[in-house]
């Protein structure tokens, strides 16, 4: 079984800044890569950030700049400091990896809860 527990979520005013933390647990043997989606009422899930396992990162347009993604691989964590936010940047943010349960299992995708948001005055 894998787990994937998001935190730091909450409240935020405009300009301010949140930290949220995705931790994998569990029977896991490698992680390729982990990352952020959001999903804002009445809107399609979307990519927020990514980071492979061997450093590389994707930001989508909207974020590039004000997000930071990182990732502590001997804790199997995956950070993502969220800073100037706006109120478009409200949403459930989900952690997911991709990663392998064995040395010769197949690569599968996991999700997190979620956690909510909100960037409001």
């Known amino acids: 079984q894998v787990q994937l527990v998001e935190s730091g979520g909450g409240l935020v005013q405009p300009g301010g800044s949140l930290r949220l933390s995705c931790a994998a647990s569990g029977s896991i043997f490698s992680i390729r890569s982990m990352g952020w989606y959001r999903q804002a009422p009445g809107k399609q899930r979307e990519l927020v950030a990514s980071i492979i396992s061997g450093g590389r990162t994707t930001y989508a347009d909207s974020v590039e700049g004000r997000f930071t993604i990182s990732r502590d691989n001997a804790n199997d964590t995956v950070y993502l400091q969220m800073n100037s936010l706006k109120p478009e940047d409200t949403a459930v943010y989900y952690c997911?990896?991709?990663?392998?349960?064995?040395?010769?299992?197949?690569?599968?995708?996991?999700w997190g809860q979620g956690t909510q948001v909100t960037v409001s005055s």
């Open positions: 997911n990896a991709f990663l392998r349960r064995s040395r010769w299992g197949p690569v599968n995708e996991y």
